[in-house]
């Protein structure tokens, strides 16, 4: 679990780098209540759950990303430390 939250802190840092060109606390602030960020930590859940091996956390985490963000990421899709979503409103990946 620890891994992961260095990963989501990571990850929107990096956002928050490219949206911003700062990593200051409160561009990192701004970073979560930017459109596209609740889909990346949705993904990022979900791919801890796959990981895991908790399927059906899996499940619900993809299924959480598609109802709240209108975003749809295939469950086997792979990222790397430093995915950002800008914006995620009908976003398609699979």
């Known amino acids: 679990m ?8 990571s ?6 780098e490219g949206c911003y ?7 990192v602030v701004k970073t979560l209540l930017t459109d ?3 889909a990346m930590i949705w993904y990022l859940l ?3 759950a796959r990981r895991c091996r908790l399927t059906p956390l899996e499940m619900l985490f993809n299924k959480l990303n ?6 749809i990421i295939g469950r086997g899709a792979e ?5 950002v979503l800008v914006h995620s409103s009908g976003v398609v990946i699979n």
């Not at 598609?66 to 975003?71: K, L, P, T």
């Open 11 to 16: 990850d929107l840092h990096a956002k928050a």
């Open 79 to 83: 990222f790397g430390p430093g995915f």
């Open 21 to 27: 060109e700062s990593t200051a606390w409160t561009s």
């Open 46 to 48: 979900m791919q801890w």
């Open 36 to 38: 596209g960020t609740s």
């Open 66 to 71: 598609v109802i709240c963000c209108n975003c």
């Open 2 to 9: 620890g891994s992961l939250l260095a990963l989501i802190t």
